[in-house]
């Protein structure tokens, strides 16, 4: 009865690799998000869609790439990984866009390590 | 842009005291603000949600205040219990309508 998950929990492989986090939610929300987490603990955004549609699009690599097939799933895919891209990743979700009165709904994360 | 400071990184208190956290922000004031407990491993959770129309909310053992003059919300936990330890975070809408957080402050109550 998980409201956000998300797999794998854990996700190690070596730089130049491709790789998938999915995410699903089971709140009946709209809208769906993408955070990373780096080692000083920021919480930052980088996706965010309403209904399948990408409405948030931060300033990340165009080797992350963003999949909402329904409402209910958002999946992230990353290419040619770098050292860099290791992180905590939370996926999130909330009713109506940006969470700006509606609180968000977060997974426990995804810990991607690049070696 | 709109930038977001928890004032310490830790705070330890021993358990039954309150901890007062401070949330900081620049610029123009949100609409609305929000806390969030994050415990190792694990993700956000939200505890509160107040309105720049509102001075002050209640949740059991939790009181947040949100003084748009100083630019400043305050959350304090009352009767601290050692289960309280986690990383409180603040969040806030920026400008271009986006959820944004604080780095956090790690609370330690010791028993």
């Known amino acids: 009865d998980t409201a956000v998950s998300q797999t794998p929990k854990y996700l190690v492989t070596q730089m130049g690799n491709d790789k998938s986090i999915k995410c699903e939610q089971n709140?009946?929300?709209?809208?769906m998000y993408w955070y990373k987490q780096d080692s000083k603990k920021f919480l930052k955004i980088m996706f965010s869609?309403?209904?399948?549609?990408?409405?948030i699009n931060e300033t990340v690599p165009n080797r992350f790439s963003p999949k909402s097939p329904d409402k209910a799933h958002l999946n992230l895919h990353i290419n040619s990984l770098e050292l860099g891209d290791s992180a905590v990743y939370f996926c999130a979700s909330s009713h109506g866009t940006g969470g700006i009165n509606s609180p968000l709904h977060f997974g426990n994360g995804t810990r991607l390590t690049v070696t | 842009s709109q930038k977001i400071e928890q004032n310490s990184e830790a705070l330890n208190i021993q358990e039954g005291k309150t901890a007062t956290l401070t949330c900081n922000y620049t610029n123009y004031s949100p609409a609305y603000l929000q806390w969030y407990r994050q415990d190792p491993g694990r993700g956000p959770v939200f505890l509160l949600l107040i309105r720049e129309n509102e001075k002050e909310k209640r949740k059991e053992r939790l009181k947040v205040t949100f003084d748009t003059t100083l630019k400043q919300s305050l959350f304090h936990i009352t009767a601290s219990q050692p289960a309280d330890s986690a990383t409180y975070l603040c969040?806030?809408?920026?400008?271009?309508?986006?959820?944004?957080f604080g780095a956090g402050t790690t609370v330690t109550v010791r028993a």
């Open positions: 869609y309403n209904n399948k549609e990408l409405i």
């Open positions: 709140l009946g929300h709209d809208t």
């Open positions: 969040a806030l809408v920026t400008n271009d309508y986006k959820l944004s």
